[in-house]
């Protein structure tokens, strides 16, 4: 058996936690901005950007050196690029999308809130499914444009700060992310999403990532496994 098989648990289990962490973090500062704001929308928006921007980096830092992607997206384009096999993906997405799920679990449980509540927030238009392409584009041409240059050390900076200002420049308040997205379901309050919407959500996020995909490989023609999967930086955070 190779030493990243060997390895897979290990590295399933940090994507497990930080995408609960995440999603905790993007439920619950939502939850408890609605509190401390309840007629301010825009203020709203403000702490729970702040709040996902400032977990991001406290998780993509701790767990970078095991894995850190948090996101199927991500994982799928290590796959393709070849920094890990399509077995290793999908086991890593499956234990981000449990991570996911039982993120927004804890957050509503944590509020006093019924542990599931199908959220029932439309998030539907063509606006909204433009924001996702561009959203997801951007957040992975940032996180393996910061690997393939030599810059590890800074992703997880770069990654915060993007999906900070993504919440405010992209209609959809960039979600990028289909395990994100698919937690956020479970929770019917200010960071959820009607299930009717997440196709949508989704397929717009897989476009998002295919062409940032091709633009990596445009950008940077020598990427190599070697520049994505250095094994003491970690599996391409995101």
Known sequence: MSAPARD?????????????????GVVGSGIMATRLSP???????????????AILV??????????????????GIEA?????????????????????????VAANLMFDLDAVSFATTDRTGGGLWLAEVVATLGLALIVFGGIRTGRT????????????????????TSFANPAVTIGRIFSDTFAGIDPASVPVFLAMQVVGGAAAYALVRYLYPSFTR?????????RGPG
Do not use: K, M
């Not at 406290?58 to 994982?75: E, G, H, K, R, Y």
């Open 153 to 172: 050390e800074t992703v997880a900076f770069a990654v915060s700060g993007y999906i900070a200002a993504a919440y405010w420049f992209t209609a959809s």
């Open 226 to 234: 070697d520049d994505v999967a250095d094994p003491t930086t970690g």
């Open 39 to 53: 007629d301010d929308v825009g203020l709203q928006l403000l702490q729970n950007s702040i709040a996902t921007g």
């Open 8 to 24: 897979l648990p290990r590295r399933a289990t940090a994507e497990f936690v930080g995408t609960a962490f995440l999603v905790a």
């Open 58 to 75: 406290a998780l993509i830092l701790t767990l970078q050196p095991v894995s850190a992607s948090f996101n199927p997206v991500i994982t």
């Open 80 to 104: 393709a690029l070849g920094a890990i096999s399509w077995r290793e993906a999908a086991a890593l997405s499956t234990a981000q999308v449990a991570g996911g799920i039982t993120g927004s």
